[in-house]
């Protein structure tokens, strides 16, 4: 599966800061109180509701894969997912990312193993 923006991984990093940044992702996605995770609320609504918005498909299931192969990790409940520069994405504001923007930064440190994986959503 290919993100609307690509099939490749850096495409899929940059569709999720996209859809984080999305003034109504509140309803869907929240952030942990220690800001180093996000939490999908309700995967039916946010795979019926919101992935359609970022991704041409809405499998929820397809979504995890991906995150996995793109270095977030499990929580500890089941619709918890961390990576170690998802905190600098917490204070990202609803304008375009920059050059140096904590999406940037993510969407590089996650290049390689995405990219190798062979996971597309």
């Known amino acids: 599966m290919a993100g609307k923006n690509g099939s490749d991984g850096g495409a899929f ?3 999720l800061g ?12 929240l952030w942990s109180p220690n800001k180093k995770s996000i939490i999908i609320r309700d995967s039916n609504r946010f795979a019926s ?25 499990k929580g500890t409940n089941q619709n918890e997912f ?14 375009a990312p920059s ?17 190798s994986s062979g996971a597309n959503f």
Not at 49 to 73: C, D, H, I, W
Not at 82 to 95: E, K, N, Y
Not at 100 to 113: E, G, I, Y
């Open 18 to 29: 996209s859809m984080l940044r999305d003034p109504y992702a509140g309803i869907y996605v």
């Open 13 to 15: 990093i940059g569709a």
């Open 49 to 73: 509701e919101f992935l359609p918005r970022y991704f041409k498909n809405s499998n929820y299931s397809a979504f995890v894969q991906q995150l996995m192969s793109s270095g977030f990790q």
């Open 82 to 95: 961390l990576h170690p520069m998802l905190r600098s994405l917490s204070g990202v504001s609803a304008s």
């Open 99 to 115: 050059a140096a923007s904590p999406a940037r930064q993510l969407r590089s440190a996650t290049a390689v193993s995405s990219s």
